[in-house]
């Protein structure tokens, strides 16, 4: 959080100075509001690319919260997540025109992710991109029973105990660990059908049943594969000291878990001696519940401008430009602001020429599964409830306290907004 404060000092500094020399006039200058750096590079580029509309970036940890707490919004363009909540979804203008105009059309997107922008019979959001979950190996590993670019969880156990080894003095080598990274333990729950989901009041939602056949999966997976928790915490002791890039070229580790965002933040050089599997439960892998979503606000003054940048960004040559400039930049960031684009002819046409590790790995439409609407609070119950309770569950055999019960609590006592 502290670096994307930093990559958006400029921006803000930029603002401001434009704010006093570009007065909002006639729409032909907007503010676009984000927590997510790329902008600031794509911002640049469309001012530069055209010499009539002015975007200018701002940045804001929540941009829904204004909406939510104030009913209205100072800014003329949002791009953030959890955008599709009930909650949200009326305080956006619509943007059927840009498929009444044939500026766009609905087929460039994934249906999934577009109908999810549909308010009162109007579309009001777009999909901007989305993350994946991914396991990385050692780059030519051949891996038995492993076809094709996904991996559940009996192939991963299966591997798991082929690579481990033990010695009187405990463990040498250890397959996967899912206490290494807590979002294992998360990513786990989606594949056990949790079912995260908003409920028509806007309230959180989940299969109790999807839940506890999560955290029994956890503790059997440590328990009868791992011999325990205390042979993972001596492991983990002795030898995750290291980075996890380093420990899986030496062969102490067979994987580890990372998103796919996160695996493109590491070096070059230390991606190309990795090649990643995406996680899959029947044939489906399950897509990051932090979707990004474009949408202008009721009341914008910047509508003009906000609709140009929106032309502008979704076409396929502009995506391109975007990815060769941020490989020419060298930056670490993956795709199309951090993910895969929401069109896929970008990712199954554009992108490998740009990511070539990928030629092969690119799941299509068929293999995605796209999440539901979350409430805005979301992140918070994530951070604050979910994962400390699944970190807990993981450590211990037995459940004192149940999800509902936590977040009840948490509930309680977090402060009004």
Not at 172 to 198: K, Q
Not at 388 to 412: F, G, K, N, Y
Request: net charge negative; with cysteine; aromatic share 12%.
């Amino acid at each position: 959080m502290i670096i994307k404060r930093l990559l958006f000092i400029c921006s803000i500094l930029t603002a401001a100075c434009l704010l006093i020399s570009c007065p909002v006039e006639n729409g032909k200058t907007a503010v676009l509001c984000t927590d997510h750096p790329e902008f600031t590079s794509y911002v640049e580029s469309f001012n530069t690319s055209q010499d009539e509309y002015r975007l200018i970036i701002a940045y804001d940890e929540n941009p829904g919260d204004d909406l939510q707490t104030n009913g209205k919004c100072e800014y003329d363009l949002i791009i953030d997540s959890h955008l599709n909540s009930v909650r949200h979804l009326p305080d956006f203008i619509s943007l059927e025109d840009f498929f009444d105009d044939e500026v766009l059309r609905r087929n460039m997107f994934y249906a999934d992710l577009l109908e999810q922008g549909i308010y009162d019979e109007q579309q009001v959001l777009l999909p901007i991109s989305f993350n994946l979950p991914a396991i990385m190996f050692k780059s030519g590993l051949k891996l038995e029973d492993q076809d094709g670019f996904m991996l559940n969880m009996d192939q991963l156990a299966e591997l798991n105990r082929e690579f481990s080894s033990r010695t009187e003095k405990g463990l040498t080598a250890l397959g996967l660990s899912l206490r290494w990274n807590p979002e294992m333990l998360y990513v786990l729950t989606l594949l056990m059908d949790t079912g995260y989901r908003e409920s028509e009041t806007g309230s959180l939602l989940w299969n109790s049943s999807g839940l506890k056949e999560s955290v029994d999966y956890i503790r059997t997976w440590t328990r009868e594969f791992n011999g325990g928790i205390t042979a993972e915490r001596e492991f983990a002791q002795k030898f995750m000291v290291e980075p996890s890039y380093n420990l899986i070229a030496s062969g102490r580790i067979l994987c580890y878990y990372r998103d796919l965002a996160d695996f493109y933040s590491l070096p070059p050089q230390k991606r190309e001696k990795l090649k990643i599997l995406w996680p899959e439960s029947d044939g489906q892998i399950p897509v990051l519940p932090e979707v990004l979503f474009a949408a202008i606000p009721e009341g914008a003054r910047g509508t003009g401008a906000a609709k140009a940048f929106l032309t502008w960004f979704f076409k396929v040559k502009t995506q391109e430009e975007l990815l060769a400039s941020t490989q020419y930049k060298r930056l670490r960031t993956f795709g199309i602001a951090g993910g895969f684009s929401s069109m896929p002819v970008i990712n199954e046409q554009v992108l490998p020429r740009y990511y070539p590790d990928l030629v092969g790995y690119i799941p299509g439409s068929e293999y995605l599964s796209f999440p539901p609407p979350l409430p805005p609070d979301w992140p918070q119950i994530k951070s604050d409830v979910l994962m400390p309770w699944l970190i807990e569950q993981a450590d211990s055999d037995i459940t004192s306290e149940l999800m509902r019960e936590r977040l009840e609590v948490w509930m309680r006592q977090r402060p009004p907004k």
